[in-house]
């Protein structure tokens, strides 16, 4: 099993997810929307980013392609995981990180299932 092809699909997740949230903090910025949509358009992006990352690690497998889509899924949910460990110094353990969690694993399917097709 080749390795190359999660990196590549978590690398794409985290750009896609990146943007996202930049897009986010200038809408916060920029106008008078209230932060409970900003949240909900933070976690479309990262559902969109992982979908993406997924599909281009199903792309860039050539086979066992819901393993690496998988992999994605849970190379995703550690950077996030070390980042949540560096900003705020701990990971809260609540319904919002089951939520997260099980997006990102249903995403990682999905994007498996779209980029074989």
């Not at 990262?46 to 998988?70: D, E, I, N, Q, Y």
């Not at 899924?73 to 969690?101: D, Q």
Request: proline share 0%.
């Amino acid at each position: 099993m080749s390795i190359r092809a999660s990196i590549k699909g978590t690398l794409v997740a985290l750009a896609v997810t990146a943007a996202f949230i930049v897009i986010m903090a200038a809408v916060l910025y920029f106008s008078d929307i209230d932060e409970r949509l900003v949240n909900i358009g933070v976690y479309i992006g990262t559902a969109a980013g992982v979908a993406a990352g997924a599909v281009a690690a199903a792309k860039s497998a050539g086979r066992k392609v819901l393993l690496h889509c998988l992999m994605t899924g849970i190379l995703y949910l550690a950077v996030m995981a070390a980042a949540t460990l560096i900003i705020k110094g701990g990971i809260y353990f609540n319904y919002r990180l089951l939520a997260v969690v099980a997006g990102v694993i249903a995403c990682s399917i999905f994007g498996a299932v779209i980029g074989r097709v």
